[in-house]
Every structure is written in C-alpha cells, then in structure tokens.
C-alpha cells in the first residue's frame, strides 16, 4: 500500500473517535442534562443526523477545493465539537450538548470519504484493498474513542466529562497534524469544474444496475447492521436477563468482527470477485437472523452478532469497491455523495426505529424485518448480473 494510504489510515484511527465516543457517552451525559428523560439519547441521535446532513456539502466542496483542505476542515469540525462539548459540561447546557453532538456529526461525514480518497490512491485492482485498510482505523477508534471518553467520567467531578471532551479536541488535531504533513495524492491537483457537475446526468448514471447494487450493498448492509446492533443491548438486559458485562462483551465483539475482515477483504474482491463476497455477506447476515430468532442465550446473541459484523464488512467493503466501476472520473464527487446519503440516511433511519420497533414487537420478530431488505439487494445483484458487468469508462 502507499504511504498516503497509511496516512488515511492512521487519520482515521484519530478523526473516526467522536462516533464511539458519543455513543458512549452521549445518553449518559444527556441524562444528566436533558430537561427530561425521554430527551438522555437524542445527542447520540443528533450525531447521525449531522454526518446526513453535511455528506453532500461534503462532495461539493471537496469537487471544488480537492480533498485535503475539507478533510482538514473535517478535523476542524471535530475539534469545534470537542470544544462545544466542554463547553456544554461545564455550562451544564443540554443545547450545547446537541450543538456539539451535530457539530461531531458533520466532522464524521468528511472522515466517510476518507475510503475514497484511499481507493483513488492505488491501481484500480487494488481499490478494494486500499479502501479494507482505512477500514481497519475504525477498530481503533472503536477502542480509542471510549477510552477517552472515560476520562472525565468520574463521580466526584462538578462537571462531569469535561475532561473528555477536551481530550476529544486533543486526538481531532492530532488527525489534522497527520493530514496536513501526510496526505497527498494525485487527484489533489486542481480540476475544472463543469456547469453541470460533470458528467452524465444524474438519471443516466442511476440507470445502470450497477450503481444500484453498489449502493444497496452499502446501504442496506449498514441499515441492517444498525437496526439489530441498536436493539442488541436493550433486548438482552430489559427482556433476556442479561447483564450489562454481557452486552458489552458482544457489542466489542461485534466491532472486532466488523473491522478484522478488512485484513482480508480488499483480497477477497480480487481472488474471488464482488459478486461472490457480497454473497457471502448476505448468507452472513442470513446466519445472524437464524441464530438470533433461535434462542436469547448468550451464546445465540454472541453468534449471532458475530456474523452480523462480517457480513456487514463484506458487504459495505464490496459495494464501496463496485462504485466506482459506475461513474467517470468527472462524476466521482455527485456520485460518492449520492452513495452516501443513501447509507447514513439509512443508517439514521435504522438506528432511530430499533428501539420502538423492539419494543412493539419483540428480538425474534425485529430481526426478521431484516429479511425483505437482504431479499431486494440480492434480487439486484441477479438484475445486475443478467444484464453484465455494466461498467463505465472514462470514455463513455
């Protein structure tokens, strides 16, 4: 891999922290500030929110200026987030809280282009690889992010988590130090912009069967990965009896289980081909939904959560890695941004029914509601198929 690669690598590790660490800590702290109780998650809901909403200023922005000065703007955005969050501690302000939390949340939209930017850094054949290695920051900042999170957390503080977000601050710049000394690659230089965007029309590039199933992959394997990873620690402490301890060791499991593949998966597109990895992931999450309906026994959650994290790499590693086999080079930006509006809203829109969604109607029924969005991607990828490859090049 080339050095620029590693760079996003390790800028991923840093920049990535503020989704773990609100999700740490965010209902925690709302619970301390919000006006009500039924307000103590909305921070964390906030963030996914923010990252919707900045994804396509994101693109158009990076369309214009090139990649590394948003990527510094993103580091940027994460460190005002972590300012606004010691701001809200030590103010004991629950808007300022959601302020910082959707602040976070747009620094997050520019670390998701992280995976392109590495794609367009290697050989088109190593694509898959390039994009499987920055991946693999996230298992770091899954680790990191609570960890600094936990750094102001004591009992005895007046302003709990005060120190946390500082220390949130502290790691974005380190991120914007890595970027700025590291990053550098050849689709930095400057390039025209066209009246229209670039490119084809819009309806002309999501004519093609490809772009759909590169999109659904992504989407829908995120969407379904969020709705039952959301429902997990509730379903097993409120209504199977677990413990705290017990959910905490599956959810860290199922992050290592999401991530480790990456070691793996830019080489699986290549030996065995997207199609098949795909496959493999929907059978993954297939496994998960048979041994999740099957029992609420640690060992099923466990399991069951495990293939949830695999399938869910091979199939947002294999839908990021066929995009750009649908769209010219002039189309990247309008294109990526689409992709990802499409996999965060999605993933919004996941995260924020699990609970209710649990709640009507219980673990086994809720992880069946997966099953028609697995059964779509896969009647795609058999479109898709049918018709060719389909791809696009530079001279179409």
């Not at 800590?25 to 909305?42: D, H, M, W």
Request: aromatic residues 10%; proline residues 5%; glycine residues 12%.
């Amino acid at each position: 891999m080339p050095f620029n690669v590693w760079v996003l690598v390790a800028a991923q590790a840093l920049a990535m922290c503020t989704a773990p660490f609100i999700v740490f800590i965010g209902s925690i702290q709302g619970r301390l500030l919000a006006p009500a109780p039924e307000y103590a998650t909305l921070p964390v809901g906030l963030v996914v929110v923010g990252t919707v909403l900045a994804i396509k200023p994101a693109t158009w922005l990076m369309e214009r200026l090139g990649r590394k000065r948003v990527m510094l703007l993103g580091t940027s955005m994460g460190m005002l987030a972590g300012i606004l969050g010691a701001l809200a501690s030590w103010l004991a302000l629950f808007p300022l809280l959601c302020l910082a939390a959707v602040v976070g949340g747009t620094g997050l939209a520019v670390v998701h282009q992280y995976r392109f930017a590495a794609m367009e850094s290697v050989p088109a054949s190593m694509a898959g690889s390039a994009a499987s290695r920055v991946l693999l920051g996230g298992l770091i900042a899954a680790w990191l992010g609570p960890e600094i999170a936990a750094l102001g957390s004591e009992g005895g503080t007046d302003h709990p988590f005060f120190t946390s977000w500082l220390a949130l601050a502290g790691v974005q710049f380190a991120a914007l130090v890595i970027l700025s000394l590291g990053y550098r690659a050849k689709s930095e230089l400057v390039r025209p912009v066209h009246a229209n965007g670039g490119g084809r029309p819009m309806k002309d590039i999501l004519a093609n069967p490809l772009v759909w199933v590169a999109i659904s992959g992504a989407a829908i394997g995120y969407a379904v990965m969020s709705f039952i990873m959301t429902a997990t620690p509730l379903s097993m402490t409120e209504m199977a009896g677990h413990d705290l301890d017990d959910a905490k060791r599956v959810i860290q499991l199922h992050i290592m289980a999401m991530y480790l593949p990456s070691l793996i998966s830019g080489w699986l597109t290549r030996v065995v081909g997207i199609p098949l990895m795909m496959a493999g992931g929907l059978l993954a999450y297939l496994g998960c939904i048979v041994l999740a309906a099957s029992g609420i026994e640690f060992h099923h959650y466990l399991s069951a959560l495990v293939l949830l994290g695999i399938g869910w790499n091979f199939l947002f590693v294999g839908g990021t890695t066929l995009l750009p086999r649908g769209y010219t080079d002039a189309e990247r930006f309008r294109v990526q941004g689409l992709n990802d509006v499409f996999v965060f809203g999605s993933q919004a829109t996941a995260a924020l029914s699990a609970g209710v969604i649990l709640s009507w109607v219980g673990w086994s029924a809720l992880v069946m509601v997966a099953v028609p969005f697995l059964v779509i991607h896969g009647l795609l990828m058999v479109f898709w198929l049918s018709r060719g490859d389909a791809r696009v090049t530079e001279t179409e």
